[in-house]
């Protein structure tokens, strides 16, 4: 009989999901929008500290406004990860716009400053000034946000920050998503909070967001009949999953403190395993350990690499991924510009794996998987 199958990060219902689903029926909201929208934008807006929320169908589809907000169209450029979901860098071709690759560092495994730099600059150069900036909060780890914001200053340039990973995390006590022109978060299945599928954009600047809004409901015009002078998209969130959202936003703190709390049970498993480290955490920031990640230093292993921990973990029907294939390595990607003298996403990438994290998982769950990997190390 195969063992019980262990996710990599599953849904987490809190209990009161339902009592606001069912006030959508009960109170026969179920087209798009309605009260349980505005009341997932307030609670988005009070967590976080931002001004304004839009609660849309993805994350991709809030960074898809985005981009259209912040005017990116054909033929312009935007500094992006390569270090990251393709969500973050599709939505940069539906704009005909063309991605350039940014390296990570060693400290945050999100973008390189230095190499951000000489990208903007080395663009510039070229006379290609890049019209955007979009920086990625990968597994829920803080950039190295002032100084980032520092070059975007310097170089006027606006900033959407791809939060998706990231919601309950801060640095310097500032929530993640709100240092940039806009924010992005997710709520798909396997984030640390979920509405089954769902996006937000978030921003200070109340007219960016009612635009958005606008954009993300077809852009009809305001008039009795159905009129459009410009092209619009079907992205708002409807009311049902909204409710979910609700629900889901009252244990937020504890799914975080439970996803910390894993991480650091994991950190001590393999405390005496030289050969695994754990992914950084950034002096003044705290993470919301979305998902534990490791690297394995082949040179210390024994023979034993990342894919000898997958394989094991699967054959014992225990989910684990490796981390995100750097985008300017995939197929679809790859010619385009990218600035990476330094491969550490490639590194991070041949060597990483996203163990097990969800705040779901039972004690007798993370033993198994303890078992498991100090097994393949011989221990």
């Known amino acids: 009989m195969q063992p019980k199958r262990i996710y990599l990060s599953s849904p987490h219902m809190g209990g009161n999901e339902l009592k606001y689903v069912q006030q959508a029926f009960d109170e026969n909201w179920i087209a798009p929008l309605g009260p349980n929208v505005d009341g997932f934008e307030a609670d988005l807006c009070r967590f976080t500290g931002a001004r304004h929320a839009a609660a849309l169908s993805s994350g991709t589809a809030a ?103 990231a919601l309950g995390a801060t640095y310097e006590g500032k929530a993640l998503g709100t240092f940039g022109t806009l924010g992005v978060l997710s709520f798909n299945g396997n984030k640390i909070i979920t509405t ?80 695994v480290s754990f992914s950084p955490e950034f002096s003044d920031t705290t993470g919301n350990r979305w998902l534990t990640c490791i690297t394995v230093d082949e040179a210390q292993s024994g023979g034993v690499t990342r894919e000898t921990i ?23 990607f790859t010619q385009y510009p990218y600035y990476g003298s330094g491969h550490v996403a490639e590194d991070l990438f041949s060597r990483g794996l996203c163990l097990p994290s969800g705040s779901n998982l039972l004690p007798e769950d993370l033993d198994r998987i303890v078992r498991i990997v100090r097994g393949v190390f011989g221990k």
């Open 63 to 165: 960074i898809h406004l985005g981009l259209v907000l912040l005017g990116v169209g054909p033929g312009d450029e935007v500094i992006c990860p390569t270090f990251t979901f393709s969500a973050t860098i599709n939505p940069v071709l539906y704009q005909g716009a063309t991605p350039v690759f940014v390296d990570s560092d060693t400290s945050t495994w999100n973008l390189s400053v230095d190499e951000t730099r000489r990208a903007i600059e080395d663009r510039i150069a070229k006379g290609k000034k890049p019209k955007a900036l979009i920086i990625v909060h990968l597994y829920g780890q803080s950039a190295k946000m002032w100084q980032l914001m520092a070059l975007a200053d310097k170089y006027d340039l606006p900033v959407i920050e791809d939060a998706a990973e």
């Open 196 to 275: 089954s599928g769902g996006g937000a954009l978030l921003s200070n600047d109340g007219a960016l967001i009612e635009k958005a809004r606008f954009l993300a409901t077809q852009a009809r015009d305001p008039a009795p009949h159905y009129q459009h002078s410009q092209v619009g998209y079907n992205y708002r969130m409807s009311n049902v999953v909204a409710g979910i959202g609700r629900g889901q936003m009252e244990v937020l703190p504890e799914r975080v403190k439970r996803r910390r709390e894993i991480f650091a049970f994991y950190q001590r498993a393999f405390a005496d395993i030289p050969a």
């Open 310 to 332: 997958r394989l094991a973990l699967a054959e014992d029907n225990i989910e684990a991924r490796p981390l995100w294939k750097p985008m300017h390595l995939q197929p679809v």
